[in-house]
């Protein structure tokens, strides 16, 4: 694998829980990769497959979508809906012979600050595994 | 409920002291319909917490927390802020006083002074600066410190030597030598008292070398020196020599627990946390490793998520903390510090340290004691407010409240909780007054911009060094100059301190900016800051977008500067593509349900329940059980000794009398929907689930409580003389003939608390074993009494307690989580106690005739109810607010409030406290008959849509609906603003504002340097 691949994550997190965790593991100075960029959302709910799809053509080797926890859905169930998005979107890659594991729904609370580091350092090294997503790679050559 | 029947009563109020309790009880009034007069003696707002670095147990900067209160107080059109005054005198009677203010000049004239700071660029005189507990200096023209409100300069009279060169300078031709102290009077109906306190001069303590050596510091000195903007930008150096500490020892109770030096025999209540923050702070800072060690008596780590911070301090950052109090701090040659002291195994040890903090308490002003006199308000034997337990915030004069430290020492949580419950009771009889002395804002109409292109302003933030001491800022200026659309950018020392406010709105203006992005902190705590600017100015909220480059950058990569600055790029890149594609959005009003349902009917509900009827509302209290009053109908007295069921009695008397609350007993809430304002909540019957009823309010306080853990240690329940305290407080009830006949009497504290299952203190129990104890005594002075415990945690006042404890004979034992007291119960009746005993070091046995089993205090089980208000519990089972700080009493979902127990164990006055607050937070809602909601909401173009009913299914609300025109229609009033039916809407014919497919995939597509294609 090479060792100075720099994956580029795309984490779609929700404003309640998600995005306030990634704000609480800035507040307790927890490390994780820098070419996570974090895209707020009101809930995980209003992910689309399109913005999923669209990342990944745009470049990203990975994409997730970080929302509450199951049943703690600020909008009672946006995140259970948009896992499912979550799941259709891995089968298109898959069929497109692209690794559906760039593409994942994680559940976490606000209060989880170390968690959400923990998923963005297990994202990036999960891509940085992968390598280069099948389309940079195609753009490269 | 007016006690007078006078009709001419004042709808204004005043509070006296502008620190972080004077600021909420200031907000939360002036938001409920009362003009507010803000009186500081000071030149700004913002008291002690602005001089803190971080706040415990989060660890969160105080002066971000605490800075958009500030603008927000500074801002509010309904609070004037008078500063440099004092209050002199105070006539009349509750509802309608008047009170005399003296003016102390400033001899700068706030109203013209732009603060552009050429009066200090020009002074010649050089004087310490207080701010910075005179670690550093100031010019005589000065200002407090860069987030000051109000933002004015003032000229130190004491040093000025009158040269005229500020004068000449100050082209607002602000400045006026002459003047003069002035006079003035003001009606108000009630006061709130919120002076804050002093901390203790340690100069008393000549054998802690205090005045002797620069490198013994104060906690407040050591604030500063943490802080970015203190004298030393943060570096963690020691004044002597400016070296870089590699040893720092923090001595406790320094002028608290002490009648030696002090004469305060009360407990401080903060320094034990503070002194954990400040030796983790300073491990961080550190460039070497630190070696940190606290030298205390006992850890009071009694607050919410208090002792977890404690074990990360001791197992995560290698914090010592080493029992035992220090007799002499001798100063050596090279600046360093000899530390002799005698630990619990009686050798005498000696220690060099480069540094020592000495963590000093709380200790009442003089100024302070000569108000309280001039007020005619009694102090109790500690110079502190005399109050009640059952009436934590009222003083001993009418219509006079009080809140924070001048109540007793406590932490900021505490002292907001208690302001909020202050405003509530200065409140409470000034309803009818209510709204007849507020002011209301004109607003400029909103600015047309859409047939305009973008011109997009970047601001970015350098937070002190929170950001610009890791990312280069500057280079992210320049390079946002660079970005499609930007035709300003600049950056900032504090984006959001009031003069960067006013200066955001004069370039907008200049510019002709019509979409602004804020490169800052997080959009979760400054976004509505950011967007009220703009809007004065006629920019509607929604042209705004924020790039978070601290809390998910700079913060994060701290060790990491240049991808911290390459990130800050990517982010401020995305941000601005999004802002092009940014809308005006109508604001929407909806009318509010002007009620409020409570949930639980203990003390904190009931008291919950009452202060929302006299405030002129109605209340729904519901309660599952059959009876009213909760745990408090098993206590027998609060721990000043007020007798609880009386008191309790009345209160459900009162509930039950009062025509404005509905009770519900045996009543569990079913099913709730809304949002703030509007709530519809189906009550069901606890017997029978289909008898139900549905009610409508405005918002709703949980305060559904706790209860008492029974324990499975120490044969409880097996052996009649092993009680808890419940079963204590009865036995003395029922006069049990056993408590008296008991010749030795045992106390275990800590059962169920501060164990690996359930990390957290339960902050009653060493208090209501102490109070017990002394009981006991008087039942039977002969009995043997011993309290066996790890740390004894009588905070603030309650410390009179321990003392008079030991006075009585009361024996105290101290065991450790390891090696704690073993019972043998073989007999079955004889019971047989063994522990080691820590100063002789060896276990001693005893033949106790009752053991009483301190046990933990447990969150009722409520996991079904709170997931119907979706309200978020902590791993232990409490209630989480929206922050521990500054909101304690509410939760992140907005109109939705807790009290009591179920936000953690707290003795009665500290729940009344917290119920009184739930009240005054709830006012700011239902008090009006209309509430601005959120304009992120979903709308329908009809001539894309389908009718497929794909939205009527997927809305977890129920809202969109197909009619008779043939396509779907989503009520904006309804609308959550998921978002949930746009991104499964098959013929994309929603779109939710603000949340467009445009405006995300604008940010994806900027990440990758693709130009906006739609």
């Not at chain 2, 229609?969 to 949930?980: L, R, V």
């Amino acid at each position: 694998m090479n060792h100075d691949f720099e994956p580029q994550i795309i984490a779609f997190c929700c404003k309640y829980c998600a995005y306030a965790a990634a704000d609480l593991a800035g507040s307790m100075r927890l490390n994780y990769p820098s070419n996570i960029k974090i895209i707020q959302v009101p809930c995980t709910g209003r992910v689309d497959i399109i913005h999923l799809l669209r990342a990944i053509e745009d470049g990203a080797d990975g994409v997730y979508v970080a929302g509450c926890m199951e049943g703690d859905c600020h909008f009672v169930c946006g995140n259970i809906k948009t896992r499912k998005k979550v799941e259709y979107v891995k089968k298109t890659l898959s069929e497109l012979g692209i690794e559906p594991e760039r593409v994942e729904m994680f559940n976490l609370s606000s209060a989880m600050g170390p968690r959400f580091a923990e998923i963005a350092n297990q994202m990036g090294e999960r891509i940085r595994n992968l390598g280069p997503s099948p389309l940079n790679i195609k753009q490269a050559a | 409920m007016s006690t007078k029947g006078t009709n001419n009563k004042v709808g204004s109020v005043m509070v006296v002291g502008a620190g972080v309790a004077g600021i909420q009880a200031s907000l939360d009034m002036a938001n409920a319909g009362y003009y507010v007069h803000l009186v500081d003696s000071s030149s700004s707002v913002g008291g002690l917490m602005a001089q803190l670095d971080k706040t415990f147990p989060t660890n969160d900067c105080a002066m971000c927390v605490i800075s958009p209160f500030l603008v927000e107080v500074g801002r509010h059109l309904n609070i004037n802020i008078i500063p440099n005054s004092e209050l002199e005198s105070l006539e009349g009677e509750a509802g309608a006083f008047t009170a005399k203010l003296k003016n102390n000049p400033r001899y700068i004239d706030s109203v013209k002074c732009t603060a552009c700071g050429q009066c200090r660029q020009v002074c010649p005189v050089t004087a310490v600066n207080e701010f910075d507990c005179r670690l550093d200096l100031r010019k005589a023209t000065f200002i407090k410190f860069p987030q000051a409100v109000p933002l004015s300069y003032t000229i130190d009279k004491n040093v000025c030597i009158g040269c005229g060169m500020c004068e000449k300078a100050c082209l607002a031709g602000a400045i006026s030598y002459s003047d003069q102290a002035r006079f003035s009077e003001i009606k108000v109906g009630a006061v709130v008292l919120a002076m804050g306190n002093e901390l203790f001069d340690p100069s008393l303590f000549d054998t802690y070398a205090y005045s002797r050596h620069p490198n013994v510091v104060t906690s407040l000195e050591f604030e500063r020196i943490l802080s970015a903007s203190g004298p030393y930008k943060g570096h963690l150096m020691r004044p002597y020599d400016r070296e870089v500490p590699q040893k720092i020892a923090w001595l406790q109770c320094i002028g608290s627990r002490d009648i030696n030096h002090a004469d305060h025999s009360y407990c401080s209540s903060v320094c034990c946390m503070y002194s954990i923050k400040q030796s983790m702070i300073a491990k961080e800072h550190a460039e070497t490793p630190l070696d940190a060690a606290i030298f205390y008596m006992d850890m009071r780590t009694h607050g919410k998520e208090f002792e977890r911070y404690r074990e990360r301090a001791e197992k995560g950052s290698g914090v010592r903390f080493i029992r035992s109090r220090v007799h002499t701090v001798e100063p050596l040659d090279d600046g360093g510090l000899k530390l002799k002291y005698i630990p619990e195994s009686g050798e005498v040890l000696e220690e060099v340290f480069d540094m020592v903090v000495l963590a000093a308490g709380f200790a009442t002003s003089k100024d302070t004691k000569a108000l309280a006199q001039r007020l005619g308000i009694n102090l109790n034997a500690h110079s502190y407010a005399q109050t009640s337990d059952l009436t934590p915030v009222s003083t001993s004069r009418e219509g006079v409240f009080v809140c924070g430290t001048f109540q007793s020492p406590k932490d900021i949580p505490q002292s907001v909780m208690e302001a909020s419950a202050a405003a509530a009771g200065a409140t409470q009889n000034l309803s009818e007054q209510r709204w007849s002395l507020t002011l209301t804002k004109e607003l400029p109409a909103e600015k047309n911009f859409s047939e305009e292109e973008p011109k997009i302003g970047v601001f970015v933030c350098n937070c002190g060094i929170n950001i610009g001491g890791v990312a280069d800022v500057p280079a992210v200026r320049e390079y946002a100059k660079t970005l499609p659309n930007v035709i300003h950018a600049e950056d900032n020392l504090f984006t959001c301190s009031q003069d960067t406010q006013e200066n955001i709105k004069k370039i907008i203006l200049e510019k002709g900016i019509n979409r602004v992005v804020v490169a800052s902190c997080s959009p979760r705590t400054h976004e509505p800051l950011f967007q009220e600017t703009i809007r004065e100015i006629g920019l509607n909220p929604y042209l705004f977008e924020m790039a978070n480059i601290r809390d998910q950058n700079t913060w994060v990569h701290m060790k990491t500067p240049q991808r911290a600055t390459d990130k800050a790029k990517d982010l401020v890149r995305m941000a601005v593509a999004k802002a092009a594609l940014l809308e005006s959005l109508p604001q929407v009003t909806l009318d509010v349900t002007q009620a409020v349902l409570v949930v639980g009917g203990g003390v904190a509900g009931l008291e919950a329940a009452l202060g929302v009827a006299r405030q002129g509302f109605v209340a729904f209290l519901v309660e599952r059980s059959n009876e009213l009053g909760g745990m408090a109908l098993g206590l027998n007295a609060t721990w000043q000794g007020e007798p609880v069921l009386p008191y309790v009695m009345q209160l459900i008397e009162d509930a039950k009398k009062n025509e404005r609350i509905k009770i519900f007993l045996e009543t569990e809430v079913g099913h709730v929907t809304g949002t703030i304002g509007n709530f519809t909540t189906t009550l069901k019957s606890a017997n029978n689930p289909l008898d139900t009823k549905v009610i409508n309010h405005g918002a709703a306080i949980l305060a559904t409580g706790g209860k008492e853990y029974k324990p499975h240690e120490y044969f409880y329940g097996k052996n009649p003389k092993i009680l808890t305290h419940f079963d204590l407080d009865a036995a003395v009830r029922n006069n049990d003939k056993a408590l008296k006949d008991s010749k030795i009497a045992v106390f275990i504290q800590c059962v169920g608390s501060r164990t690996e299952e359930r990390a957290y203190c339960s902050r009653v129990c060493c208090i209501h074993s102490i109070k017990s104890a002394l009981i006991l005594k008087k039942l039977n002075p002969e009995m043997q009494i011993f309290i066996i415990y790890r740390d004894i945690r009588t905070y603030g006042l309650r410390e009179d307690l321990y003392k008079e404890a030991r006075q009585q004979g009361i024996r105290f034992i101290r065991y450790n989580k390891d090696n704690p007291p073993v019972i043998d119960s073989d007999n079955g009746q004889e019971l047989k106690l063994t522990v080691k005993d820590h100063i002789l070091q060896r276990p001693i046995e005893m033949n106790p005739d009752l053991v009483v089993l301190a046990a933990a205090i447990l969150p009722n089980e409520n996991k079904t109810l709170f997931e119907h208000f979706k309200v978020p519990a902590n791993s232990d089972g409490f209630l989480v607010e929206a922050h521990a700080k500054l909101r304690p009493v509410d939760f992140a979902s907005e109109g939705l409030f807790l009290a009591g127990i179920a936000h953690y164990p707290k003795s009665i006055d500290e729940s009344i406290a917290q119920a009184k607050a739930a009240v005054s937070r709830a006012m700011r809602i239902v008090s009006k008959n209309t509430i601005a909601v959120d304009s992120v909401i979903a709308s329908v173009n009809p001539d894309r849509c389908a009718a497929c009913l794909t939205c009527v299914r997927t809305c977890p609300y129920n809202v969109p609906r197909v009619g008779e025109e043939g396509y779907a229609i989503i009520e904006p009033s309804d609308c959550h603003g998921c978002g949930c039916c746009v991104s499964e809407c098959p013929g994309k014919a929603i779109t939710l504002k603000h949340f467009t497919d445009d405006q995300i995939n604008a940010k994806t597509d900027a990440l990758f340097y693709i130009e906006a294609s739609c």
